[in-house]
Each structure stands twice: as C-alpha cells, then as structure tokens.
Nanobody, 126 residues
C-alpha cells in the first residue's frame, strides 16, 4: 500500500513562489512514476506535471512549463513541485499521485495513477 503525503501549500501573493513536497511511504519512490494534479471545485482535474520512477523523464503541462518544475529525490522518497510567478488561476488543490513504474511512456503512466494524496491547497492572493 502506497501512502502519499503532500506539504508546502498555503497562501501566497500573486507573483510569489511555492514549493510543494510529496513524500511516499510503503514503496520506494524509485519504483513509482509520480505526478501532480490540480483540482478546482466544479472543474475537471488538470495534469500539472509528472516524473518517471528513476527521475530521468519529466513532463510539465505546456502552459505552466515556464513557471513550474518537477523534481525527485529518491533517497528521500520525495517529489517536489516548484511553482514560480504564481497567478490567481493557479489557485487549486494540488494532489500528488503515483503508479507502479513500467516501461510505458510517462504520460501513459501518469494517467493510470492509482495512489493519491489528500492534496495541499494553494491559494493565490492578488
């Protein structure tokens, strides 16, 4: 059983930065493709970023790629999402997800995430 716990969310001013963390337990993060998704009430969940088990492949949604970055420290079983230049439209519940790593493409793996954290709320004040 994989457990994921996010931290780092909170209230930030527009233009500010925030770094989210997601720590996995129950499995080695190196064996998990992991990603970040965000959800606003009443709207569909949106993929933010994903990273492969060994960290050698990453994806960031194109509209955020110049501001957001995903990284992974498998020694700490932790995935990070660095968010810069935050805008009001970035406010959402950011949830970490994971799936057993496989030779499939990264996006395919992320779409099949089976473990989810509770999420960390990001609020942007303008």
């Amino acid at each position: 059983q994989v457990q994921l716990v996010e931290s780092g969310g909170g209230l930030v001013q527009a233009g500010g930065s925030l770094r989210l963390s997601c720590t996995a337990s129950g499995r080695a993060a190196s064996a998990l493709a992991m990603g970040w998704f965000r959800h606003v009430l009443g709207k569909e969940r949106e993929t933010v970023a994903a990273i492969s088990g060994n960290g050698d492949s990453t994806f960031v949604q194109y509209s955020m790629a110049d501001r957001f970055a995903i990284s992974k420290d498998n020694a700490k079983n932790t995935v990070y999402l660095q968010m810069n230049n935050l805008r009001a439209a970035d406010a959402a519940l950011y949830a970490c997800a994971a799936v057993e790593a496989s030779p499939m493409g990264l996006i395919t793996q992320a779409r099949r995430s089976s473990s989810w954290g509770r999420g960390s709320q990001v609020t942007v004040a303008s």
